[in-house]
């Protein structure tokens, strides 16, 4: 059974890098079918897409976040990572890792973070 | 701006009910939808993929069809635990999707 799981610091201050892992364990993360993405949602608000990547590094993020998202993958190591620069408090929110079918639907999700960022 | 507009935002409905859920892009593009359900404290789960395609495990009592650019997500005969915020997501390309701004269903 496929499972994602985010890891990452709770809390991050105001103007730093937010940084977050999704280890993906029961498939393997250079899967020609899928890409991997992330997804974020503020504290009582809808779902924002952040970005996605393949395994083979190729990214696609969201344009309205585009200048401050790094998305990457580690597939020896079966995860992919994201970087969230410059963040202000309007960043809080769950962030959660998902597995997205070919440019589809996320089939897969993790259970979400929540980063507050805060001083 | 690609936005999609769901309707109602929230719905109080009883067990047994028949619900309907509406979905509609700011523009007309040819794109896939698909619907999950979020319940509190979760992630999202898909619920329906390609409009109106089933997925394993999910309850025959969610359905999902399209006309023209309007998408909707029925909920038959709605039980206790269907209460749950649902999200309509169309992606366009690799770079252009979009989420609904979700609707709570209440089960009174």
């Known amino acids: 059974q496929l499972q994602l799981q985010e890891s990452g610091p709770g809390l991050v201050k105001p103007s730093e890098t937010l940084s977050l892992t999704c280890i993906v364990s029961?498939?393997?993360?250079?899967?020609?079918?899928?890409?991997w993405g992330w997804i974020r949602q503020a504290p009582g608000k809808g779902l924002e897409w952040i970005g996605s990547i393949y395994y083979s590094g190729s990214t696609y993020n969201n344009p309205s976040l585009k200048s401050r998202v790094t998305i990457s993958v580690d597939t020896s190591k079966n995860r992919f990572s994201l970087k969230l620069s410059s963040v202000t408090a309007a960043d809080t929110a769950v962030y959660y890792c998902?597995?997205?079918?070919?440019?589809?639907?996320?089939?897969?999700w993790g259970q979400g973070t929540l980063v507050t960022v805060s001083s | 701006e690609f936005v999609l507009t769901q309707s109602p935002d929230f719905q109080s409905v009883t067990p047994k009910e028949n619900v309907t859920i509406t979905c509609r892009a700011s523009q007309h593009i040819d794109g896939d939808l698909h619907w999950y359900q979020q319940k509190p404290g979760q992630s999202p789960k898909l619920l329906i993929k390609?409009?109106?395609q089933s997925i394993s495990g999910v309850p025959s009592r969610f359905s999902g069809s399209r006309s023209g650019t309007d998408f909707t997500l029925t909920i038959n005969s709605l039980e206790a635990e269907d209460a749950a915020t649902y999200y309509c997501?169309?992606?366009?390309?690799?770079?252009?999707?979009?989420f609904g701004q979700g609707t709570k269903l209440e089960i009174k």
């Open positions: 997501h169309q992606t366009i390309s690799l770079l252009l999707m979009a």
């Open positions: 998902a597995r997205r079918f070919k440019w589809d639907y996320f089939d897969y």
């Open positions: 029961g498939d393997s993360i250079s899967s020609s079918t899928y890409y």
């Open positions: 390609y409009a109106s």
